[in-house]
């Protein structure tokens, strides 16, 4: 709706007009696009904006917000903190009018409205959200009847003249305001502003126009998304009213845990265990990927806990741009707990040989924590 709007634009006064300036134009504006003075189709819209415009203008609260946070800032539907903004709560009694006049308009059978949007979730693997993947969804929609057309009519019966708004499908009354006499139109309760009376409704809609219909539809899932997102079915939804567009159909998607992979937005994240004997002595590992491959890493001889290793362009699209994340695998060595005899024996006569092996630790910065931690147990002095 109308979030970007410039209040002050809209009521062609300047950043610091002061209250009267502002009073001043907008009775101006509003008496100029009062929608049962002008007859533009856009007249009601902007009428409303003015009056948006006026109303946070004239609140020195809330025109403080609005200097002070933007434009974009400001979300009318939201609300303002503290106070309701939806109200239209004019001073002098005029909000009466607006909403007795708009309520009206609203409920007129012959304004057109965008069709209903439609929630649905899916429930996809690990593997779908990162490669992609398409799905049909069974949806269930308002549809135009299709035995009528949405003429309401059985086919082949007559319609007649309303009575009571003589065709027209609306109602004056006339009402006075600050602004003077205004008329106000509502819809003709009578043929709900049809200005028709259905003499046989069609026997499929029941006289309203639209039917249920449950259909199949295709998502295309792209390749990246991440649970929680939604994807947009434009046009998908329950059909218009009196030719307006229909609605959207939204499928949020959750997606399925991996059993060993993980994602940090495109990159693709597994934890890499390694015992200490391949740790110090590097190896090749490969990796099942997601779309069944087999992706070779690489391990250096010498790999610390906490290492990350990290293979470029092999991770998930990014949704907006494609280009790939990076397989990362966290190194983490894993000691043995329990032993068998033989690798007891390795590992005693491993451990007197590190004892003596200066070297061993030398390239990591270890060796000076190492050498010390020794030199205290030996009872020597560094
Ligand atoms: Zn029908
Ligand atoms: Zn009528």
């Known amino acids: 709706m109308a979030t970007q709007k410039d209040y002050y634009n809209l009521l062609g006064v300047p950043r610091d007009a002061t209250e009267e300036q502002i009073r001043r134009a907008f009775r101006g504006l509003a008496m100029e696009w009062h ?21 946070v203008l004239i609140d020195p609260e809330k025109r403080r917000m609005y200097d002070r946070f933007g434009r974009a800032d400001i979300d009318p539907n939201g609300g303002w903190p503290g106070r309701g903004f939806d109200g239209f709560d004019f001073p002098g009694g005029v909000g009466d009018i607006f909403d007795a006049f708009f309520g009206g308009f609203r409920g007129q059978a012959n304004t057109s409205a965008k069709g209903r949007d439609l929630q649905y979730s899916m429930t996809i693997t690990f593997e779908e959200a990162a490669l992609g993947v398409e799905r049909e969804v069974q949806i269930t929609r308002q549809e135009i009847c299709g035995r009528c057309s949405g003429e309401l009519a059985e086919p082949g019966t007559q319609k007649e003249q309303c009575v009571n708004c003589s065709g027209s499908g609306q109602v004056r009354r006339t009402q006075s305001s600050v ?3 205004f008329v106000q139109v509502v819809a003709c309760s009578a043929c709900r502003g049809l200005g028709q009376t259905i003499l046989s409704p069609c026997t499929t809609c029941r006289g309203t126009g639209r039917e249920k219909s449950t259909r199949k539809v295709m998502v295309n899932v792209p390749a990246g998304v991440e649970d929680g997102m939604r994807v947009r079915l434009a046009g998908e939804g329950d059909a218009g009213v009196n030719g307006g567009r229909p609605g959207d159909v939204f499928v949020s998607l959750s997606v399925k845990p ?11 994240v597994f934890d890499l265990p390694l015992h200490v004997a391949h740790a110090a002595l590097g190896t090749t590992i490969e990796v099942p990927m997601l779309a069944g491959e087999l992706e070779t890493f690489e391990v250096p ?14 991770g998930v699209p990014n949704l907006h741009n494609g280009r790939l994340g990076d397989l990362i695998g966290l190194v983490t060595v894993m000691t043995p707990q329990k032993m068998s005899p033989r690798t007891r024996e390795l590992f005693e006569e491993l451990s007197e040989s590190l004892d003596d092996d ?11 924590w190492f050498r010390k931690l020794k030199d ?3 009872g020597e002095s560094g």
Do not use: C, W
């Open 376 to 378: 205290v147990l030996t």
């Open 301 to 314: 001889a010498g790999v610390q806990s906490g290492t990350i290793l990290r293979k470029r362009g092999k």
């Open 179 to 181: 602004f003077g006499q």
């Open 258 to 268: 991996h059993p060993y992979f993980r994602r940090d937005k495109e990159n693709l």
């Open 35 to 55: 929608p049962d003075r002008n007859k533009a189709k856009d007249a009601g819209e902007r009428f409303k904006e003015i009056n948006e415009a006026y109303q």
């Open 358 to 368: 200066e070297e061993a630790y030398a390239t990591n910065g270890v060796k000076s």
